[in-house]
């Protein structure tokens, strides 16, 4: 799960969209909202995203060096079992 969300982030950042909402994460990853939310705190408390107080009622979320670094690994991993497109 981490990685789809690590993944979604980073996807539509790098569409250059404007802010990147924990909504518009949950629309493109094809979760409930409740979900994403979950998911994006346990990640805020891992380093991996850090999520703006002030946009309530949704978080406006951006990945973390530690974050990057993660997603990173992972896409390493899935290259290297053959995984990736």
């Given at each position: 799960?981490?990685?789809?969300?690590?993944?979604?982030?980073?996807?539509?950042?790098?569409?250059?969209?404007?802010?990147v909402?924990?909504?518009?994460?949950?629309?493109?990853?094809?979760?409930?909202?409740g979900?994403?939310?979950?998911?994006?705190?346990?990640?805020?408390?891992?380093?991996?995203?850090?999520?703006?107080?002030?946009?309530?009622?949704?978080?406006?979320?951006?990945?973390?060096?530690?974050?990057?670094?993660?997603?990173?690994?992972?896409n390493?991993?899935?290259?290297?079992?053959?995984?990736?497109?």
């Open positions: 799960m981490q990685w789809l969300l690590l993944e979604t982030i980073a996807e539509l950042t790098d569409e250059g969209l404007g802010c909402t924990q909504s518009a994460v949950a629309n493109r990853a094809g979760l409930a909202r979900v994403a939310s979950y998911w994006m705190a346990m990640m805020e408390e891992y380093g991996q995203v850090d999520r703006g107080r002030d946009a309530l009622p949704t978080y406006d979320v951006i990945l973390t060096s530690g974050g990057e670094a993660a997603l990173r690994r992972c390493e991993r899935l290259e290297a079992e053959g995984l990736t497109g």
